[in-house]
């Protein structure tokens, strides 16, 4: 391959890579944003947005039987990990789904306000019909508006522990990345055992 051939193609090629770097770029949010993209699970597998089951939990686990001191909640959100200490020892770690680009959970500190075993959301839930199959899913209350002969039921959240204004802790789906409307999505397991150890205003720390 002569030198003079090179030359004439390599602008050429340049030209070509940098069209195909720009359509990358441009068509990045929309994948972003679609519930089709492929994510890298935690446990290396391949999980969209749409998965009906969250990943294998590897992580989590309970030893604060016998500790005592008062509970602190941190939540790392980049780690999409709880770390529940107790008396300043850390007794129990769990996996955790936390807010999604636009609905982020707030970084801070706060206090557990309110505590309820069967917790529904007033705002996210589904469209279901009289005898309660649902019509259509994911909405929102108030800016989508339910099909003739429907109703509105908010998602369920199970061992709901409110930290502040309209967010919690609770069980939920766990895809391995952020997910939720702002809530801390739980192992149904670890959900439970928060809720049972945990007494009002235990301080709850999110961190990024």
Not at 132 to 138: I, Q
Not at 163 to 167: H, K, L, T
């Given at each position: 391959m002569s030198f003079l051939f090179l030359m004439r193609h390599i602008p050429v090629a340049l030209a070509c890579m940098a069209m195909l770097m720009l359509g990358a770029c441009a068509s990045y949010d929309g994948r972003l944003n679609s519930t089709a993209t492929q994510y890298l699970g935690t446990d290396g597998s391949i999980v969209t947005r749409t998965s009906t089951a969250s990943l294998p939990d590897?992580?989590?686990?309970?030893?604060?039987?016998?500790a005592n001191g008062p509970g602190h909640i941190v939540i790392n959100i980049s780690q999409q990990k709880l770390f529940y200490y107790k008396g300043g020892k850390l007794v129990g770690i769990s996996a955790v789904s936390t807010g999604k680009e636009g609905h982020d959970s707030p970084v801070g500190n706060f206090k557990v306000q309110k505590k309820e075993k069967e917790h529904a959301s007033n705002l996210y839930g589904d469209f279901v019909d009289a005898s309660?199959?649902?019509?259509?899913?994911?909405v929102d209350a108030i800016k989508d508006k339910p099909p003739a002969g429907t109703h509105f039921q908010g998602s369920s959240m199970p061992w709901f522990m409110q930290?502040?204004?309209?967010?919690g802790m609770h069980t939920?789906?766990?895809p391995g990345i952020p997910d939720s409307h702002g809530c801390i999505r739980l192992p149904d397991k670890m959900a439970k055992i928060f809720y049972d150890?945990?007494?009002l205003g235990t301080p709850v720390t999110l961190e990024k």
């Open positions: 590897l992580i989590s686990y309970w030893a604060g039987e016998s309660g199959t649902v019509v259509v899913k994911s930290f502040a204004p309209g967010v939920g789906f766990l150890v945990t007494p």
